[in-house]
Structure formats: C-alpha cells, structure tokens
C-alpha cells in the first residue's frame, strides 16, 4: 500500500473515492500536519501505487475495511480519525460502524450512511431497455475498462467536470430520457459527458496529468471492482444489520453534489440518525460538486481540523 503521509500527532486517515488517489487530499495534507495532525492518505485498494488483486471478491467492503485496520496497526497507532469521500466515505461509515474502537471519529462526504436495503442493490438499480444505472454497467468486467482507458486524461476530465459544482445544479430525477448517472448500453457512459471548454477552477492541468499517470499505471480494473462487489458487501453486512455508528460523526455535502439527484436521497440524509447517533452535524457545502477536498479545500480542512480538536478534547 503506497501512502501520503505529513504531519506528526494524532493519526487522521483520508480516504479517497472513485477515480482518485490519494493526489486528491493533496490541499489536506499540509493544513492538517500544521495543525498538529499525523495525516495519512493512502492509495486504496486497486488505485495508484497500491496492489491490485486479480479476484473481483478481494474488492469487498470486508477487504477494504481490513486493509485501513492493517494500516493502523503497521502504523502502530491505537486509532484514527477515519475520513472518506465517495466510497472512501463508504470505507469509513464501514470502518467505524465495525470497529468503534480503532476508529474514533469518522467523517463521511457526499455519501450518507445508510440502512441494509431488503434485497441486494443490483436487483433494484434503475434499468430500461436502451439506460441502465452506471453502477450497472460496470458490473461486467471488460466494457468500462475499454471505454475509461482508451483516452485516460479525457475519461477523468469529463468525470471530473461532469460531477463538480461547475456543471450545475442537481434535482432529483424527474423522467427526462437521461437523467445523470444513466449509461446509454450501447454508446458507453463518456459519450454523453462534455469536455469542458475550460478546466474546473479547482483544478491546473498539472492535476489531470498526475492523475493520469496513474490511471495509466494501474487502470480502472481496481476501482470498477468495489462496484462489482455490492452485492456481496450486501450479503456481508447482514450481521451488522442492527448496529449503529457509535462514534462521534460529521456529515458534508456539495450542493451540487450528483448524489443529491438520486430519489430518495434528501430522506435518506434527514433520518441518518437512527444509524448514526453521534452526528454532530449534517452541513451542505453551496456551489460544491462532488470532490469537496479538492473543490473547496480550505473549508473542509477547516472542519475536518475543527472535528479532529473536538474529539482532542481541544478549544479552536
């Protein structure tokens, strides 16, 4: 496991999303460290410098959440501060709902934690004869790793740009024919994703070519494998059914962020109490797409540092 790391104190590990490395908490890293943190950002599982097993089932959330326990103990650290954003938010909603103990606070971004669905997530996904939920479409191994990799700098563009606040606002899905995250079967998901005239404000050219290389490296075999996992992660998780995150939590969201268009989500963020009863806050981020540690960096380090000295028991 290939990690950024900066700082010395108290161990905060930053958890990135799909298709990111650990370059995503690069505005992170120093404001933590200067805050007297030990900021850890790995690559994860399948991502950059990082192995990439071969077996779709060694993606699970069991494995992943296995991996970020190893870290603490090569790091030789009781507990962390775990945060995530997109499904580095779904390893530490994880992380701490399993292990409360090596894992003292976490901090989830853009995606809230959510109650077991009644059956597994494939089986009730949006499809129609000529759409399909994206989640969907990566599920054979093969289609979206020929898509994403025959233009690697283009394919992040546009997912970049396509789910940042510079591409407007989100509303849930309300029946026009291709609502955001419905894949065309035939023409492949990037088809119907702008290149900006412009790179986002939040990002130079340097940030695309770094992130790259390292897609260029690794491919997107890793990362499209925790989708192909969701349903096992189902099956998994029915023993934790019942429990509840039992550690202190802190909730963000961009506005814009493109969960927000998904039926259903507004609730889903309004009721995470009864899964969550720690929260301490649920706070919606104005003009924020999708990467907040990269589209508003100095706001998150802010209440990441503030959350991180609330449970030192420090005063800001």
Known sequence: MHLAEQGSGPLILLCHGFPETSYSWRSQMGALAAAGFKAVAPDMRGYGKTDSP????????????????????????????????????????????????????????????????????????????????????????????????????????????????????R?????????????????????????????PSWMTQNDIDVLAREFERSGFRGGLNYYRNLDRNWEQEAEYSDAVVAVPALYLVGERDTGLSIPGMADIIASMTAQVPYLRGTHVIP?????????????????????????????T
């Not at 309300?174 to 894949?183: E, I, K, R, W």
């Not at 924020?288 to 420090?314: V, Y």
């Open 54 to 169: 071969q077996a779709i089932e060694a993606f699970s959330m069991e494995q992943l959440v296995a991996d970020m326990v190893g870290l603490l103990d090569v790091l030789g650290v009781a507990d962390a501060l775990i945060v995530g954003n997109d499904w580095g938010a779904n390893v530490a909603w994880q992380a701490a709902l399993r292990y409360p103990q090596r894992f003292r606070g976490v901090i989830a971004l853009g995606v809230p934690m959510m109650k077991r669905s009644p059956m597994p997530p494939t089986t009730f996904f949006p499809r129609t004869e000529g759409l399909e939920l994206y989640a969907l479409y990566f599920q054979n191994v093969g289609p979206a790793e020929r898509e994403f990799s025959a233009n690697v700098a283009e394919t992040l563009l546009k997912i970049m740009y396509a789910a940042s606040g510079e591409a407007g606002p």
């Open 287 to 315: 003009g924020c797409g999708h990467w907040l540690p990269q589209e508003r960096p100095e706001i998150l380090s802010t209440m990441i540092i503030d959350f991180a000295n609330e449970l030192e028991g420090k005063s």
């Open 171 to 199: 509303r849930e899905s309300d029946g026009t024919p291709n609502p955001f995250g419905m894949v065309n079967k035939t023409q492949g998901l990037l088809a119907a994703l702008p290149v900006p005239e412009s790179l």
